[in-house]
């Protein structure tokens, strides 16, 4: 193994890394057991309360482990998690779009591995949040809520919630009640033509009239400006596109897929690590950071395209996807840094707000370990 054909490194042992990844994760669930790691500052996790949208992937990295090794400390864990995030789920204003990624790694995931009957309960109860959140007249799932005094977002979607589809696609699948599903293509239908543009990139966040449904404008959110490209927003349309097709068998959502996995891949750089935006100014050195949870997400998404795609295409997929991994263990991985608790350096968060820049996040570590997992035979939670 050596270089691939973008002339990047190739060189992955999936055990090995898989083997120092859970390592690493069992000195920090030894540190912050069932809470919630988000964003690391000086290498040590900081974290957050469950309302945050990141609660899921912690426990989603705990049920991969528990899945792979039988360990009952994880499962443990996991559960525990999944009980604390009781308290946001009864808390309707602080509720929002990200209910997918909160309850599909914690509660969905459980009752797909054990059949308990509470988390199925739980993770419907979080389905028929996120579809209550559907604009009938704009065909959108509403972003957010107004988090401060007199804030108007009720018109915004965001491509991040492509993500949160499956909790939808499986709350159709687990009641025989197809309305979940008809929320979700209801908003994917208008993703794919508001925010998905001709050569492969996506848009962040689109307003539309709340009241008559009518497009507005676009924000530029977490992507430089409204015409950029932001990275992780890609691997989030590129991810959530594969599974709607997984979900739905939809022709044209394994086209859209396709065709924003071709930009994301076609625009890495080099070291193959992307940038936290795809169009930044070549000229001002001072944002030039690296987004390896774009990177790590992208991945898991291109192992996924490789097992839905035909077969004559699904090498090329499986190819990148194994590229991109390799690529942010080479340039990422701190396996080196014990002071270091994430598994991926060089995320950034939100550079438009300056938040969590170069640092690990919890969200970039589960997808490499999603990844891996893929790449070792077994399947994602999403
Ligand atoms: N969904 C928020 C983010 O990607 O940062």
Redesign the pocket.
Known sequence: MGEGELGRTTALDPDNIWARAVDKVRRLADRVGARFPHATEGGVYRCEEPHW?TAGFWPGMLWLIWRDSGEARWRDLARACEEALDEPLSQFERLDHDAGFMWTLTSVTQFKLLGTPASRRRALTAASHLAGRFNVQGRYIRAWNPWREGEDNAGLAII?CLMNLPLLYWASETTGDPRFRHVALAHTETTLAHFLRADGSVRHIVRFDPESGAFADVLGG?GYNPDSAWA?GTAWAMYGLALGYRYTGRGELLQAAKRVAHFFVASLPEDGVPEWDFRLPPDDGSIRFKDSSAGACAASALLELAELVPAAEAPAYRRWGRELLASLNAHCGAWDRREEEGLLLHGT??WPERRNVDVSLIYGDYFFLEALAKLRGQTGLF
């Open positions: 949208w991040d977490q992780r968060g939100h």
